[in-house]
């Protein structure tokens, strides 16, 4: 038995399919027209930047990929051009290839990527492709939608005609669920944890008002989560005088004042900028869908 195995992976922008949800949402999410990028996963010692110079199969992959939600009226953008405009700005800061990898689709502008493996078999009975496909909402990393198509079983050497097949069998099932989870993330917005949290030996505290104020910090931060979170969702899970932990905070997919993208990044940003409005140090980091606010001062 010969087993080739391929995976890629395929980012969208909002709105999916140019889907309206039953609730009316601001006219720049409407206005958005999707956007599709297929990019190659990596596998430990691969580059995402170079991989598919030598690969045929993964590039074949990508190609009928992209046919596929372009023949479903989704417009697509070019991996290589994409990637090589990124290396010619100097988007990559790092080596790292999850790094990348995440770099890359948040210079794409993508909302969901939708990460799929493709494997073909060779049999006595015939050569079959089977195609898995995960969909995620990019910023975040929430599960939109899964499928698994296979091509059947023939008995050919035409790998292409196979993954073709696979891919047909699969992509208005993938299509069709993925519009219907984000249908409800344009809604209800997409979800965020925040964990903040002091530093050691800093005289500050959460229990403690900052200058000039007659709240303490976590009444305060309360405050702006509820004036900041998508339609005021937020939920605390619990505050001590050094840690606030709020588990679920919902975010809009897009800006309503400019209608671009907004995600964990943006979030994190306005955050940080209020606490250092307040005379605090403070540092962000950002892990999928968890910001860690760190206060180091005063």
């Known amino acids: 038995m010969k087993m080739v195995s391929l995976v890629l992976s395929v980012a969208i922008a909002t709105p999916l399919l140019g889907q309206v949800p039953a609730t009316p949402v601001p006219t720049s999410t ?24 030598a690969d045929l199969g993964r590039r074949i992959a990508i190609t009928k ?14 991996f290589v051009a994409r990637l090589k405009a990124a290396n010619d700005i100097g988007v990559f800061t790092t080596n ?73 069998n699969s992509a208005d099932d993938l299509l069709s669920t993925m519009q219907a989870k984000f249908s409800v993330m344009l809604e209800e917005g997409r979800s965020v944890l925040v964990d903040i949290s002091l530093r050691s030996g800093i005289r500050t505290t959460l229990d403690d008002p ?19 979170a998508w339609r005021n969702q937020y939920h605390l899970q619990g505050t001590t005088g050094v840690r606030m932990l709020v588990d679920d905070v919902r975010l809009p997919l897009r800006d309503p004042g400019n209608g671009r993208n907004y995600g964990a990044s943006q979030f994190g940003t306005a955050l940080a900028a209020y606490c250092r409005s307040l005379g605090l140090t403070v540092t962000r980091d950002i892990k999928g869908n968890t910001i860690f606010l760190t206060i180091t001062g005063p």
């Open 65 to 78: 990929v992209k046919e596929a939600f372009d023949r479903r009226g989704v417009s697509t953008v070019d």
């Open 210 to 228: 900052p200058p000039g104020k007659n709240e303490s910090l976590a009444e305060l931060l309360e405050k702006w989560f509820a004036d900041n």
């Open 30 to 53: 409407l206005t958005v027209q999707p956007k599709i990028m297929v990019i190659p996963f990596t596998k430990e010692g691969e580059d995402i930047r170079t991989v598919l110079e």
């Open 96 to 168: 790292s290839q999850s790094d990348i990898k995440e770099q890359l689709i948040q210079f794409s502008g993508a909302d969901i990527y939708v990460q799929v493996e493709v494997s073909s078999s060779q049999l006595t009975e015939g050569t079959a492709a089977t195609i898995i496909m995960g969909a995620y909402e990019a910023s975040t990393g929430t599960s939109l939608a899964n499928k698994v198509a296979n091509s059947g079983r023939f008995y050919t050497s035409d790998i292409e005609r196979l993954i073709q097949r696979a891919v047909d």
